[in-house]
């Protein structure tokens, strides 16, 4: 085990200034973040945000280019095997065997987790139960559904009983009952002081996060609990627009001086401004000035996907106070 | 190095060989249709030419020649034809490989004691062929001429030894006493299928984790780079000595070939060559990362040289002296010479030492770059 500074003794994961560059390709740009025990760190992002690398690089996949990052209290640059030891990890694509069934994909990361002999059959027990494949022991993985194979592999991912655990888009392409049940699971995980790295681009999912990393392009935009996030928003800066045509009521809005933003989400508007008061007086009259029907105009709280939109426009006002 | 690991390793590589059903024939059918294939389709032996005789004289004497050659095991008279020009179709149309022309005074030349010319055309398209004939169609009509002679003696009323010339040849064949092309080829042949298919299943061992994108999780847990390596290579050393001994059992009771040397020093060599064609497969399948390229480069490096260059059908002693050189970097010479040495002379360990030795170099050499070939990384 490699010591650390008596500051990080306490977080379950330590990262600083970490960067990975891929030829003169940025994937991670001065990423720092520190996660304690117990706690679900979300990553939150498009495609092609980062969260990936930041993840295989916390799990030994991937070298990273600069800077550090401490796992279980070790680094992962110099011992990565022990780190490996100590965590479990769910990568983006389903990635067990499909051509084993239920029961040999068990056993098998059972072996390489180096489960001792005389609790095996106790944990895999346990795993089946917690990914609901009892019964379905000895069913081909390839005959599995999207939800059950997604939870065989958070089976097989923690049978060793790992300390933190990580979670690459664990839910996407499963249906909604399914997420919200793999949720339920990440919870429990979380409950028993397992550290759990998630990172998805739902913006629903974000709300389950005990804290929010968002990542744009490489970079950190914010960090912070979800009510910290949507702080970031004054109260009434917020307005939802309801109108037809759609199209020419956000190009409209998007001209107009008093509107800092203006973005489409769902079948409406969301319009950010500075005084909530004025401008649910003066934007319907202007958006009839152009010939657009406007039924609905009201303040609403910010989701954070509004926030995320925001940070990632690279508007923020203040998003520097959280990071 | 965690023996429980390497043997979860295995476990779970077995039944992925034994649930596809493609490995499968790769491991069972392929060795069994390689030994039919090369056991009965490459032979050296030429049997049964087909010949047409354009016989100008159609006498006693000439209709003699012909019944000599009806009556070689390599020749097979199919048809007597009137003209040149018959003759000369025939070979263009790949009828017969060879023509025989008695010429009209054949008869008259030998009761004149002078020499009597017979021609033989040969097709010389396939060379290997043409030679033989060549050479067959030589000694029936040299037999046939001292036979002749001793009668024309005889007729003198001159003595005549038992036999027709003064000095007499007694060949006595070593080894491989039939002169059986086959039995020169089959020992050869356990070194071609071990390594088409010890090559052919672990090429596809670890790009299919890449594949698949199994590998990302695999390299997430702590197993280590020797524990894959030696966890994944078990069950194809396994399968791969498994055919070793299907072959050895076809080539004794099917193809009939002696086998006069000691099973164990069968054996041990041939887990020496497995190991470097799994060396290479598996060090190939680290590189590529594609199931597709992984496996025509492992055939291209191993099958490749081991059917040209290894001796197995192609003596190396006819090669020109830079590829003979080359052949002595190559591993799969000195299994050929063990095969061949422990099948058809029964040597043993003592005769073999020299190559052994050099089929162990190789076996500790490849090994050696193989531990290091992969690596738990995504870089």
Redesign the interface.
Known sequence: MTPVGARHLDASVHVERLVKRFGRFTAVDNVSFDASHGEIMGFLGPNGAGKSTVIRILCGLLRPTAGTAIVAGIDVARDPEAVRRRIGYMSQKFSLYNDLEVVENLRFFAGLYGVDHQVVAERIREALSLAGLEGHEHDLTATLAGGWKQRLALGCAVLHRPEILFLDEPTSGVDPMSRRLFWDLIHGMAARGVTVFVSTHYMDEAEYCDRLVLMNRGRVVAMGTPPELRRMFKQGQLLLVQCEPLGEALEVLQQCPEVAEAAVFGNALHVTVEHAETAMATLPALLGGRGIRCDLIKPIAPTLEDVFVRLAAGRAAGAGALL | M?L??L???S??EF??VW??PRSLLIALLMPVMQMVLLGYGVSFDIKNLTVYAYDQEGSQNSQALLKRFQASPYFRVVKTVNSYRDLTWAIDADRCELGIVIPFDFSKRLRDARSAPVQVIVDGTDDNTANLAKGYARAVIARFSGDVQRDWLMNQGLPVGADSGPVAVEPRTWFNEELESRNFIIPGTVALVMALVGALLTSLTIAREWE?????????????PAEVMLGKLVPYFTIGMTDAALCLVMSVWWFEVPFRGTLVSFFVTSALFLVVILGIGFMISAAIRNQLGASMIALLVTLLPTSLLSGYAFPIDQMPKAIRVVTYLLYSRYYVTILKAIFLKGAGVAELGGPMAALAVYAVVIGAFATRAFR????
Not at chain 2, 215 to 222: A, D, F, G, R, V
Not at chain 2, 376 to 379: A, I, Q, R
């Open positions: 965690k429980g690991r043997l979860a390793m476990r779970k039944i992925q649930r596809d698949r994108g199994t590998m990302e999780q695999l390299i997430s847990t702590p197993i280590t738990k990384t995504l870089d």
